[in-house]
């Protein structure tokens, strides 16, 4: 999920209104048309202001869509100052051009150059900031603006979260990077029986969150026996493992091999082609058994084994196991 790096920012001085993402307004005052709509122009008294609306137009809509996302602390609106009169009264700002969430409401005093100052406690994250001036303090007649909008605030950068998984999910590299940054494969992993080929994707422009998963394939083996297969499999799973019963004092998870059956396939002239080997994977685990058994019967169907039949078999009172069972079976061919 991305997130923020926050830095310092410093306000611009503005010339115009796209100078610094862009600045609208509701409403133009033809007497001041040289007068541009910014957000600062370093104009804090006198008769010049950075937004009047046109008269009697309340309330009057002054919006500006910043081009990058700010945590503001503070805020300060100075109001347009006309000949000590009609000047502003109420305000209210929102963060959104539709209105719709309002971070603070305040009323101008009636004198010249007259502020109101909003402190966040908690600090407004925002890349769009809108205040409406809903009213003057002469009415009718009203030309009501604001001189000046300052802003305290930090700028967000952009970050993402990369994570490299191996196959069975295990996170071997995790960064939090800024947007456009570049993030460094780990160390090529390893898997007993496939070998390496790559990554899913590369992180060398990070424009999202990214999970990059190891891409391998299977070694090709002269094996012929699914219970030496099936006991390097799950020994690679870190699983202790044992055929026909458990010998040793059992831990708190463990799998005990079972053959079932070896039946040869379709053949003809009386000479089989094929043999299909099935085994019983007896999974005992104390506590939550899902993981366990879903990350055994993952790494089944990634070696290519077919799963013929899984299900619960019950949880052992007298030693507190939960006992599930895998049937998996393999074909293979006859040798010559």
């Known amino acids: 999920m991305s997130s923020y790096r926050w830095i310092p920012w410093e306000q611009p001085v503005l010339k115009g209104n796209k100078d610094y993402g862009e600045v609208y307004a509701s409403s133009t005052?033809?007497?001041?048309?040289?007068?541009a709509w910014k957000a600062l122009d370093g104009i804090k008294e006198g008769t010049n202001t950075s937004w009047e609306a046109t008269r009697d137009a309340c309330p009057a809509t002054w919006l500006w869509e910043l081009p990058v996302t700010l945590r503001i602390e503070k805020l300060v609106l100075y109001n347009k100052y006309s000949g000590y009169t009609n000047v502003t009264k109420d305000v209210a700002v929102y963060t959104d051009a539709e209105q719709q969430v309002k971070i603070g409401e305040a009323t101008f005093s009636d004198v010249p150059f007259s502020t109101v100052e909003f402190n966040f406690s908690?600090?407004?994250?925002?890349?769009?900031?809108?205040i409406v001036c809903i009213n003057g303090h002469y009415s009718p007649g009203s030309y009501v603006?604001?001189?000046?909008?300052?802003?305290t605030?930090?700028?967000?950068?952009?970050q993402y979260l990369v994570k490299y998984v191996d196959w069975n999910g295990t996170v071997v590299k995790s960064a939090t990077v800024d947007k456009g940054a570049a993030v460094e494969p780990p160390p090529n992993p390893?898997?007993?029986?496939?070998?390496?080929?790559g990554w899913d994707a590369t992180s060398e422009i990070?424009?999202?969150?990214?999970?990059?998963?190891?891409i391998y394939e299977r070694i090709p083996t002269d094996d012929n026996f699914l219970l030496t297969?099936?006991?390097?499999?799950?020994?690679?799973l870190n699983i202790p493992i044992e055929t026909g019963v458990f010998k040793n004092k059992a831990p708190d998870k463990y799998v005990v091999l079972t053959p079932l059956s070896d039946n040869y396939g379709v053949f003809a002239d009386n000479r089989p082609n094929t043999e299909t080997q099935e085994v019983r994977i007896s999974v005992f685990v104390k506590g939550n058994y899902l993981k366990t058994k879903n990350t055994i019967a993952r790494a089944l169907l990634d070696a290519d084994i077919t799963v013929t039949d899984k299900r619960?078999?019950?949880?052992?009172?007298?030693?507190?196991?939960?006992?599930?069972?895998?049937?998996?079976?393999?074909?293979?061919?006859?040798?010559?």
């Open 29 to 35: 005052n033809s007497q001041s048309t040289s007068y």
């Open 122 to 130: 908690e600090p407004v994250v925002t890349d769009t900031l809108c």
């Open 145 to 151: 603006g604001l001189g000046e909008v300052e802003i």
């Open 153 to 158: 605030a930090e700028e967000g950068v952009v």
């Open 190 to 197: 390893t898997r007993k029986g496939y070998t390496f080929l």
């Open 206 to 214: 990070v424009v999202s969150d990214m999970l990059i998963a190891a």
């Open 229 to 236: 297969t099936l006991v390097n499999l799950i020994g690679g």
């Open 312 to 336: 619960y078999i019950g949880y052992e009172n007298d030693t507190e196991y939960h006992h599930y069972a895998i049937d998996v079976a393999k074909n293979y061919e006859m040798e010559e």
